[in-house]
């Protein structure tokens, strides 16, 4: 899909590859799917939706060998805190970045069943939301999808807000935000990889 960007709110992606694995047995970011590493494939998918991808990982050498070099590996500060605080670092970093995103769309990095149009479709909705909205994304019988949404950047000071009076869970803080509830077609396309059996059922 062609890039067309210049009418729409500007947003970067942050992945993260934080996790430590143990249930999968082996390192989930760099397993094949079709082929591809996990990290890979995810990263590909952002790249054709948003400016710019950033992926956030306590181990960066790990991943040289499969990333484009027009995105970014971060070294994250401290691993195993947890996706929330893995974010709020992400978002920090953004924000310190020359040319900010009005939004950053979160991603974990083992998600093989990401659909690139649906993501489009998704980002076209940003720019009609009232300025109060904090985050866009998908909700489930599980609840929030924390790991494949939008987060408005200049609403983040509410992030930090909830994390200074102690709370640590992605579905603790979205349930006090303002937040849309981004359509969902597919559930495979939330599909995650945490054992093997579920890499084996990504497959089509």
Not at 155 to 165: S, Y
Request: hydrophobic residues 45%; aromatic residues 8%.
């Amino acid at each position: 899909m062609t890039k067309a960007f210049s009418a729409l709110p500007r947003v970067d992606t942050l992945v993260l590859a934080g996790g430590n694995s143990r249930r999968m047995g082996s390192d989930k970011a760099l397993l094949l799917w079709q082929g591809i590493p996990l990290l890979r494939r995810v990263a590909q998918v952002a790249a054709a939706c948003t400016e710019r991808v950033y992926i956030l990982t306590p181990w960066p050498e790990r991943y040289t060998d499969v990333v484009d070099p027009g995105w970014h590996l971060w070294r994250e500060s401290a691993p195993h805190r947890g996706p929330l605080l893995a974010f709020q670092e992400g978002v920090a970093r953004l924000q310190a970045e020359a040319i900010p995103p009005d939004w950053v769309l979160l991603l974990a990095c083992d998600m093989p069943c990401l659909d690139e149009q649906v993501l489009w479709e998704w980002r076209h909705r940003l720019g009609s939301l009232p300025p109060e909205m904090v985050a866009a994304l998908p909700k489930t019988q599980r609840g929030w999808e924390p790991l494949c949404g939008f987060y408005r950047l200049s609403q983040m000071h509410q992030l930090e807000a909830f994390l200074q009076t102690g709370g640590g869970s992605f579905q603790d803080w979205l349930s006090g935000i303002p937040t849309v509830v981004l359509p969902l077609w597919q559930a495979q396309m939330l599909t995650n990889c945490n054992v093997p059996a579920d890499l084996e059922g990504a497959n089509p």
